[in-house]
């Protein structure tokens, strides 16, 4: 029997927020992953709970319905500004030569396999296979990190997929967003080169928007024209503000710029910087943990119904051929060792940007086809590495510190 039970939206929102932290918490309690327990939160509230219940405890869609898109961008946007205060050049002098292959080598011939594997495994057509190869670019620090932390991984391998999981971030999202804007130009028979040019001029554009604001706080901090009880408030309004203007410029070009932000004051040193990157990683912690209960209460029945031997070849073949080649390629002649590519080549989930750029573009039965598929790709492998992580940096003897040779 069917029980009928309806919240205001003020108590769904305490709702993912204690769902989010209780998983938190378990998860070190337990010592088990707490990327799987935020989604089987999620899953709780939202698919499951509706088993029991007339409707979900938690739909986003129709609990938060336009306002759900933004709110993701500006929690999305804060969290890759939290990683880009992580990333100090002085990390690089060991896996430098590894993050800038990955980057300029792995983000290209990512989105080529990927598209591959799109279009010949998934059955996708070209046009959405190149947009999804663009979305699978994306790590996402909003997965790595917590699992680099659960996994105690530092050393070379740590450093390398910190990078890449952040800065890869917005490049993929750009990818994708790139494949887009190409695809609804030619549909409407206009001319396409003037739309790629504009958007990688917005993206450099907003690059130096996010320079520009980071040395301009830290001018502002050394001069002690801010009181040191309004540093972090004034962080945190300036990162919102900078990611809207930028992503007025194009879609997703916000992301560049935070990502930008948070570099350029990670490697300028002034007064209070560490206690300013606790404030955020708390604020970090708690925006993954919701977006994580969100997003996972935001599917459906249906989009397992979407799911076939198709997906299962497609997700299998991005888990254990597509990454592992990318990693492997892209090093070459890098200080990495076999250990430490095999080992960064499987561990690369996708985080909340590409379910998040998905939904930007779902607006059609093939793209929900699409979007099943990211959902299938972003889910396996964090459910997959929750409990292997650790043993592998065990096995391979990388955890804190070198890898073994």
């Given amino acids: 029997m069917d029980i009928a039970l309806t919240l205001d939206l003020t108590t769904k929102i305490a709702l993912i ?18 990327i799987v327990l935020l989604s089987i939160a999620g899953l709780l509230l939202g698919p499951i709970s509706q088993l029991v219940f007339t409707t979900p405890l938690l739909d986003p869609v129709n609990d938060f319905g336009e306002l759900l898109r933004p709110a993701i961008g500006l929690a999305v946007a804060l969290i890759l500004f939290e990683g880009g205060l992580t990333l100090r050049f002085a990390d690089l002098r060991d896996a430098g030569g590894a993050v800038r292959r990955l980057v300029f080598v792995g983000a290209p011939l990512g989105w ?22 663009g979305l699978m670019v994306v790590t996402g620090p909003t997965v ?24 890869n971030d917005p490049i993929g999202a750009l990818f994708a967003v790139l494949v887009y804007e190409i695809i609804v130009l030619t549909s409407n028979g206009m001319p396409t080169m003037g739309g790629i040019l504009w958007l990688i001029f917005a993206a450099i554009i907003a690059a130096f928007m996010g320079i520009a604001a980071g040395y301009a706080l830290v001018f502002a901090f050394r001069k002690g024209l801010v009181p040191e009880f309004l540093k972090s408030p004034l962080i945190l309004a300036m990162v919102l503000v900078v990611y809207a203007l930028a992503d007025i410029l194009a879609h997703e070009t916000g992301l560049v710029a935070v990502t930008a932000m948070g570099l350029t004051m990670a490697n300028i040193k002034f007064a209070a910087i560490e206690e300013m990157i606790r404030f955020k990683e708390s604020i970090a912690t708690l925006l993954v943990s919701s977006l994580f209960v969100v997003l ?16 299962v070849g497609f997700v299998a073949a991005m888990l254990f051929v597509v990454r592992p080649a990318i ?13 430490e590519k095999l080992l960064i080549g499987w561990i690369a989930p996708r985080g909340i940007v590409a379910v998040a750029v998905a939904g930007y573009f779902a607006c059609g039965g093939f ?4 979007c099943a598929s990211v959902k299938a790709s972003l889910y396996a492998r964090p459910v997959l590495l929750g409990h292997q992580a650790g043993r592998m940096c065990l096995a391979f003897r990388v955890r804190g510190g070198r890898a073994g040779s």
Avoid: C, H
Avoid at 17 to 34: D, E, S, V, Y
């Fill in 367 to 370: 793209v929900r086809s699409m």
């Fill in 144 to 167: 790595v990190m917590p699992l680099l932390r659960q996994a105690k991984l530092s050393g070379r391998a740590g450093s390398v997929l910190k990078w890449e999981g952040i800065v």
């Fill in 296 to 311: 996972t209460a935001g599917l459906n029945f249906s989009d397992v119904e979407m799911l076939n031997w198709r997906t």
């Fill in 112 to 133: 080529l396999l990927n598209t591959a594997a799109a279009y010949y495994l998934a059955g996708l057509s070209f046009e959405l296979a190149a947009l999804f190869g």
């Fill in 327 to 339: 990693i492997f390629i892209s090093t070459i002649g890098t200080k990495l060792n076999f250990k």
């Fill in 17 to 34: 927020i204690a769902a989010g932290m209780t998983a938190q918490w378990l998860g070190w309690r337990l010592q088990w992953p707490a």
